[in-house]
Structures are given as C-alpha cells and as structure tokens.
C-alpha cells in the first residue's frame, strides 16, 4: 500500500455515522497522526464542508461525494453501494471547462447535432435520432486520472483515489443506426471524431479549449448518442442533452452534450486530442506521437470495508468490491488479506451488466483480532491481469495497481 | 382498447413539454371532448397541482408521477424510460397503512429482525446481515391492482393504469444465506411469512391491520432481505431500512420494514393474507377458499408513443416499450399497429437483467397519416403468452389484458 508522500495530498474520503473521518486510503491511523496533522485535518474538514455544490450538480447526494472543484467531484469509496449501478446522484463529475447553460437540457429533444464524413451528411435533431432506434449500455465511466493521487511524483490534476468512476446505464441510438440512415460512413474515415457543445470563448484559437476527441472505428460497434442515464433524461452534469457514448473507453472520449459528430480521416486538430491524454513517461509531455488515452484496462478494488476506524469483530467479515475487464469481460477476482501474498478466488454476485460494466463481488474472510491488508486483482476474458504496479506515467493515467488500492483494516 | 365508462375515472397521465394533457390512456382526442369534459379536465388538472406530495416523498420527481393520495402515487406511462431501471425518484408508491417514522431509515444498520421457524432462532441487525453475504436481483416490483382503471365494475382501490410498476434492482443478503447461518428452517415450515414493521394502533385487533404476508417455501430460492435499491440505502418509501424480496411476486408480498422473518406451517392469520389480495369473483369477497396473488403473469405495454396530442409524422416510427416474462424470462414481443388484427415479432432491446426484471423493447413502424391503435403482448419462456382479455376479479388484480393496454396515436 502506497501512502502518500505529501501530506495535504491526503484527503477526506470516508463519512461514518454522519461525522466526517479522516480515513483516506493511506490507512493513517490516529495513533500515527501528530498534532500537525490533526489540525490540517481539522483545516481540510472545515474546508470541505463549506464548500457548496454548484447549481448544475446541486441535485447531488453532497454525503457520497468529495467535492474537489465546481469541475470535479468525487465519489466516496464507501458511497458506490452493492447493486452493480452507481446511482446518478453519486456519480462523479468532471468537466475539462465549464459547462454550457442549463437551458440546453430544458428541451432536450430540440438539441442538435451535426453529422458529418457520411454520404448525405445531415443535421439531426434528438427526437430524430429517436426515430432512428434505442438500446441501453451498462458501461464503466471512468475519469483517466482515477487513482491519481496515488502516483509519487504528484502529477498535476485532480488527486481522484477510486472515485472518479462509476458504472451507469446509458440508452440512446446505436451510431451505426444513425450511419445506416445517412448512408454509410467516408471510405477514408479512420476516427469516430466528436466535439462537444462547450462555448469556446472569443479571440482565441479554439483547438486550445475545444473539448474533441476522435476515436478508432472499431469503436463504432458498440458507441450510442445518448440522452438517458440510468432511466433518466441525462442530465447537464453527465453531458445532456446528448453525449457521444464509446463503451469501455475512458470518460474523456465520451464527448458531452456533443454537437457534431464526424468520420474523420484524421485525429481531432484539438490540444485535447493532440497533446492532452497521451502515454508519456513521468516529466515528458503529451503529443501526437505518444498513444492516446482509449481503451480501459482491468481493474477492480474493494468498497468495503475500507474504513480504518469501522469498528468490526474478528471472525467471518464480509469482503466487498467492483471489478471490472476494461474491454472484456471479468472472469475471476482474487482476495487477499494479507497484502498480496496470499491470494483466493472470490465470487462474483448479483447483476451481470455485460462486458463493460463491473461487477460487484464478496469474499468471506476470518479474520483474527488485528490489522489487515486487504487487497484484489481481476483477471479479465482477455487473459490480462490487473498488475501489482502502477504504470508510471507523467499525468498520472490509468493506475490501476492493486497495491495501490490496498486497504488496511482493524477488527478487535 | 376500453374505454373507462366512467368520465370520472379518467385521469391526467401525460405531461408533455411541461402542459398538463389530458390523455389518459382513453384515447380521448379534443374533439370527442364536450365542454363538460373541458371543465371536469381543468378541474382535475388544478386538483393535481394543488396536491403536495408528503414528506416521507418529497424527493419524487413530481412531473414524472400521478398522485392518487398519500400513500398512492403512480408513475407516468411516458415516465419510466428506456433504461430498463426505473429511477427510484420515479418509482410508485404504495402502502396499505402508514409507514413508520422516518426515525428508522437514519441507522440503517441498527434495525433488527427477528428471525423465527429456524433451528436457531435469533434477532439479527442489518449490520449483522450484511456480515453473512450479499446478492442484487433486478425485479419488476408491481402493485396487484396495477390496470385496476380499465376494469368495467370499478373495483374499490386506487384506478392505477400501468404505472403502479416499475423495475429495480435489490440488494441485500439472500435468504437462504440467513437460514444457513441459523442451522435451517423448521421441517414443517409450510411458508415463508414477513411482518411489516407499521405501527399497530391500540385497541384493535392487530391482525385487522398488520401488514403480513406468507408466500410458499419455492419462493425461498431467490428471496432477499433487502437494504438497498438501484444501488442506494432503500428508502423508507420503499421499506426502508430492510425489506422482504420476493422476485417475481406482486408488490404486496414484499413486506416492508420488515421486523420479523418466519418460516410457518400455516399462513399468516392477518387479514391481509386471508381476505385480501385473493381471487374472486366479482361480487365476491375474499377468503381462505381462493387462490392468493402471488406470483407475476406475463405482461407489456408500449411507453411510447402514447400520448394522442404528440405531434408524429407519417413514415417511421419507433414504438418502444416494456415486457415482463412474470416468473420466466420474456421471450418474444409482439406488436400490433391495427388493434390486434395482425402481429408482427419486434426487438428486445439493451439490457438482460434476469427473468424477473422487463425487457425494453423496440419496433420501427411504418405508418400512414391517420390513428392507429397500437398494442402489444408478450410471450414467456415458459410458453405463457398475455391474454387479450383480462380475466374479471372483484378486486381487480392482476390486469394483463393486451387490449386493456393498447393506445390510439394519430400521424400526421
């Protein structure tokens, strides 16, 4: 278990009983705190509970969430519950810059958004697309920077732990719908490419601040322009009225309130494309030459108990998480209560949502009086297994280390 | 389709745009509308606004529901989305007597139930449950009298159309984990038998009010006690802290705030197990003699289009809605644009979440300028397809009529 090194990267995470604890993932134990510590952790709580939600998320469960930013906000490691669903008052929220007015979403089926790269390119309406066909995807949504704070050389960015994700339904067209409508897709079109409907400010150049992303076209298969979250008209927040939905890949390619959508020969011109979102070593920056932020690896990590000062009894303790595959779906989830040495074979229950949802599972631990390391690791269909380390890379993407999500509980 | 005899009986169902329509599911265009109709409309319209929906839901979206009384609240037909989940703030309401304080649902953890007709029998609390396993299960919860309305006799209780329904996904500890860990059930147990947690006034004799119900021991296999719905605490509307699941069981038996678990030989001695919820005759009251409403039938209807005044034009139109197996999965979909002249195999489409859950469907029509009747019905897995007529009872349960179910649209 990776503790962080700088002490004001630790950050309140866990709420029990209604009173605010300083829990974190780094197993800080109040034993361990120094009087230093206590009153920035007094500083942080004061902090954290005068802030006020914005008006576009203030529908939000404020319990179940950090608030890092009017931009970004992050779910409670304790608050994802044991559906299978993460219930869109609890979902994270994450805009690159803010967002549009809440009256697009007042009459979410006049929204517009451009079709373009096929043969009879067209200007469709959201009550058009909904002529066109309907289906739902269960997906993993899931911030690239998830597991951030957990990377030593401290990457700039929200500092999410396990938070900025979450696995919702969406529903809306299938894109390929909306392909055989207008006649098929360019012959040299290489990239589903999307903008969003953000308002670039004037007088500069708009690649710096556009929100674009183009992805492969194998993507195409499975993508939607959806309206609907979780039975609900998608709301401002998650990208209402529309968002260009790719399953399985991370939250940014999943283009929000998108306005046009086009098959393209070539990447977006935005910086976000280009240059944002890019596989680099630690200290060198992003650009076209690197791979882009797609696809999601295997993860999975345990949502309860995680609470250091959760008072629990020795004897059978009820292990829980989420596990997911990334592009397929998870096959097996391994235990282990004693920091990775040892591992067993848990059980998947409940809901299966397909291959790019997770799954919750649980695992019946005896656990002696003491302290415990508790950590998983998902295999998916693929044959990938979640890796012990971290990748190293300069802004903290993808983590995805089972040590890092390791917890340390005491039962009595 | 029927018509209600009873102008009285027609009731505010679509909201489109933010305007209250009068819609029904009685196809009563403007012009069939007299002036006494006009008045008796905005008579119920200012009636339905001027109601406030009480405390204990005050978090419902009000602009997605039909409020009956306080203890009846019903979701609208173009309500519940396309997600295949209802949205718990959309998801009716039913209690036969007052809930409990809401005191109970603020330590969730904390509530107790006793469990009986075990080998050991033992109190246990939620937390003590959540210590011996967990389970989701996606399930249509619906009231028995759900298309109460369309019944010629009007049956005393709540007109519900369609929206006395709706499908979530419960979480909680299986039954049979809970009967494990207590060294099994008594080996004459007969039934398994809820007990609500409703205050019992003094002076009258509890079984005249107690809300408890026992349903046959095969309904053990999938059962649950539940403290959680689409992925957040279950709320005290719902039977919150903790309730008695019975997947693929009407509403009623699915006992709330549930304070104590037996396993029985004989069932329940409460009034609302030995008179209420049986099939009779009309005219005749219920007793012991009739078959009790248990489990679900199969069933389906089209939530969109639905509303006669929506403005559609002729050619393609995607018609969707939801079906529902019953007690086996939903296996094919049969829609009809000519009032069950001819039928046609549409699409299940999205998420497969289990026999007990429904099923989104979709069907693109192609329809000339005119009215057309549109109707739908559905065939389970175990052969069993929805009748067109529904089968007459005193109390008017269990309507899965397709005829009672279908709409009347007009293309332009």
Redesign the interface.
Known sequence: MTHPTNPTRRRLLVTT?GALTWAGLTSLSHADMGEKEEAAKAAAAAKETDKAFPDYVAWKDADSMILHSSNTIETKRTA???????????LYVRNNVNPPSNDIVE?PDAWEVEIAGVDSPKTLTVAEL?????????MVLQCAGNGRGWFPHEPSGTQWETGAAGCV???GVPVKKVLEALGGMDSDAKYMTGTGGEEIPEGIDPDTVRVERSVPLEAVEDALLAW?????PLPLAHGGPLRMIVPGYIGINNIKYVKKLAFTEEQSSANIQQNSYRWTEVGVKGSPEYDSIWESPPKSWITSPVDPDEELKAG???I?GVAMGGMSNAKKIEVSTNGGKDWKEAEF???D??KYAWR?F?F?ADLDAGTHELACRVTNEDGDTQPEERRENNRGYLNNSWRDHAVEITVA
């Open positions: 009983g994802f519950g044991q559906s299978g669903i993460t219930p869109v008052n609890r009459d909904k002529q066109l066909g309907t289906t739902s995807v269960a339904v969406f529903t609907e979250i979780n039975g609900e059978k303790v009820q829980v229950v409940g809901l949502l397909g919750q649980a019946e």
